[in-house]
């Protein structure tokens, strides 16, 4: 009897132990998303598009044989220097019977050997190309084709950055000297021709070059980082207000590389949201963190 008496105590006594520790329903905690926020402010808004090109002397031109025959001889290959009127590749006349001597072809211009076309035993002809020959002079030029959509936006004197494989720290600065108005049929592009200086002689004629030219750009603008804004049209962005979020239409003008410019709808100092903003809607609670914006 007093067995059973102990086990209905200890029974009563656990039961009140658990029953203490119940304090009611477990609450479920509220979550808010959090939001990378920018601020509003004026900048620059800058539209850049990227060429690739190729590098030319200041000057070319291109050597012809005056004669019929065979190339006996290249004097001055690839790279070498030469002066107007020096010979860069002999050849002789190979008529059959006939005796003759071995004739220069000339270079045109003073500068580099940049391309020899012919070999030595190869048959030439008058008109046909035995050598090109580039002056290298303090600077060069790169040329590159753009796309009709771009042509109407590129302007004289615009500035452009080059850069090549050789130097891939390095950035070159040059500009717009010339580009012609007419489009080719068939690729529907124009020709861009870039100055550069290049005082150290690293920029070699023949090298493949990319240009990066400045088509479009607005100084002091109110303007907004591109992931501002969603992607259904540039119109809308997500606007912070303490911690609440707001939809708002907005009215864009030059949209840059990086940056867009904003005509109406925001204010310098405004709060926007960037990264995560796909993931709230409007009139949510949300936890702004503030990024810089360069």
């Known amino acids: 009897m007093m067995r059973k008496i102990t086990k209905i105590c200890l029974f009563l006594t656990i039961a009140l ?12 905690t509220r979550f808010v998303p959090s939001v990378n926020v920018v601020t509003v402010r004026r900048n620059t808004v800058t539209r850049t598009v990227e060429l690739l090109g190729t590098v030319y002397g200041d000057r070319q031109a291109v ?17 070498s220097f030469v002066s107007e009127g020096d010979a860069i590749v002999y050849v002789v006349n190979d008529i059959p019977g006939m005796d003759y001597k071995p004739g220069p072809v000339l ?3 003073s500068g580099v050997v940049g391309k020899v076309y012919v070999e030595i035993g190869q048959s030439v002809a ?3 190309p035995i050598a090109i020959v580039t002056s290298y002079s303090d600077k060069v030029k790169i040329k590159a084709p753009i796309s009709d ?8 004197g615009a500035r452009a950055e080059v850069f090549v494989a050789t130097y891939p720290q390095e950035t070159f600065l040059g500009r717009v000297t010339q580009f012609s108005p007419v489009l080719d049929p068939v690729s529907r592009s124009a020709t861009v021709e870039v100055t550069v200086p290049n005082p150290d002689k690293k920029l070699v004629p023949g090298m493949a070059a990319s240009l990066r030219l400045i088509l479009e750009q607005k100084p002091d603008v109110l303007a907004v980082p591109l992931s501002a804004l969603f992607t259904n049209g540039f119109s809308k962005v997500m606007v912070i207000e303490g911690t609440t979020a707001h939809l708002r239409e907005i009215k864009v003008g030059l949209i840059g590389d990086e940056w867009i410019e904003v005509v ?12 995560g903003k796909e993931r709230i809607q409007d009139g949510v609670e949300v936890k702004p963190v503030e990024v810089s914006s360069q």
Do not use: W, Y
Request: hydrophobic share 35%.
């Open 126 to 128: 008058p008109g046909v």
């Open 107 to 109: 270079a045109p211009i």
């Open 63 to 79: 050597a012809f044989s005056k004669i019929t025959g065979k190339v006996t001889e290249i004097a001055k290959p690839e790279g």
């Open 264 to 275: 109406a709808g925001l204010r310098e100092g405004e709060k926007v949201a960037t990264v």
């Open 149 to 156: 959509q771009d042509l109407n936006f590129l302007k004289l």
């Open 17 to 28: 132990f658990l029953s203490c520790g119940q304090t009611g329903p477990k609450q479920k």
